[in-house]
């Protein structure tokens, strides 16, 4: 896997800071599980966290330290989790719930992903081979992580793992992998306008 | 004088710090303190944690704008964190200091999200257990604290200014521009400019 698209520096230190939307953060997170150099920024970011907190002036405690004794240790890591049930399923996304797959239209299924508190509204979208997904403006951000295949648009191509990050200056119409299809998770926070037939057949569903 | 006091691996406070340059400094050695924590549940060494880090945390918090009650809540339970959690430090992965903003981190949001039941820490200790990146090439914790604390000093004041405000006080754009009275498209473009200037400087040190 080569990943080609990553968030921008402001996108990542956000998200390091611990500052993003939660729906926007699991995209992202999508994105930095399979891509190990955007891993390795986040904890540099993380570190710049751990420098400012040496820096900070320190303000005393109210209270001394709670009597840890009582509290159980945790045992040495058991190392990674298992393997993940499904194709191009996200580590990440097990503490989330998930919808079932609907049928959206011919070759096209969206799953909801359940992200309390989100004001970002996620959802997968799984497409056959060679659709064309719907040609669409919006409001706010659109921020996607390909999960599995691939598709294309003005700005490029993204495969698995790649990450698409779009706001309202953006209007595309991703066209999916002819071979292989695309599974992707998706954040959008604002409104959306839909065109086009398949764009009238989402709208009740991403609900706007 | 007085010489400063320094602390042993057990926690005991003793008068052994070292002169060096006529001056006197303080041992205070996080990594074998959270070591001493995993291998015996050293409460000695986790007051000296506690006094070290807890009125950090504290302070980084309330930089953030958190009313003081919610900082000390959040500086007590990471505190407690890094006691129950001190056999997964691993030293090769972050330094100490590292280690614990992440915890804070997490906990700040569990704490302030709690009604909304987030998530979201789940999805950072997740990512944590990834495997490291290029295990040869992986530089250690300490190494990589080392060069972003010297990118850190290679940022101008007001880029420094400009992404301390960013970790602490949010990335929200309107934010910093009223805190810095400056317009919201000179806050954009001079965080993104400070931000690629410290991952210039990231990369030069690599």
Partial sequence: ?208 | MVPALALTVDGKREAGARAQGGRFIVLFDPNRLIAAIARSGDRAAFAALFDHFAPRVKGLLMRGGAPAELAEEVAQETLLAVWRKAALFDPAKASASTWIATIARNLRIDIARRETRSRLSQVYEILDDEAPEQPDATLSGAERDARVRAAMTQLSPDQYRVVELAFLEGFSHQDVADRLAIPLGTVKSRLRLALSHLRGRLEDLR
């Fill in chain 1, 1 to 208: 896997m080569s990943i080609m698209h990553r968030p921008s520096e402001e996108t990542l230190a956000a998200f390091a800071a611990g500052q993003l939307d939660e729906g926007l953060a699991v995209v992202v997170a999508c994105h930095i599980e399979a891509d190990p150099e955007s891993r390795r920024r986040l904890r540099e970011l993380e570190a710049v966290q751990g420098a400012l907190l040496d820096k900070v002036e320190p303000v005393a405690m109210a209270a001394g330290p709670r009597d840890a004794g009582g509290v159980a240790r945790t045992a040495p890591a058991s190392g990674m989790a298992g393997p993940s049930p499904e194709a191009g399923m996200r580590q990440v996304l097990r503490p989330y719930g998930l919808g079932p797959w609907r049928p959206i239209g011919v070759r096209i299924a969206m799953r909801r992903v359940e992200v309390p508190g989100a004001g970002a509204r996620v959802f997968m979208l799984r497409a056959g081979p060679g659709i064309a997904l719907p040609h669409h403006k919006h409001t706010g951000f659109e921020w996607t992580t390909i999960l599995a295949g691939a598709y294309e648009h003005e700005y490029g191509r993204y495969a698995a793992g790649d990450f698409d990050e779009a706001d309202s200056e953006h209007d595309h119409t991703p066209r999916v992998d002819p071979v292989e299809g695309c599974t992707c998770i998706v954040a959008m926070t604002g409104h959306v306008q839909l065109q086009g037939w398949l764009g009238r057949l989402l709208q009740p569903l991403v609900r706007f």
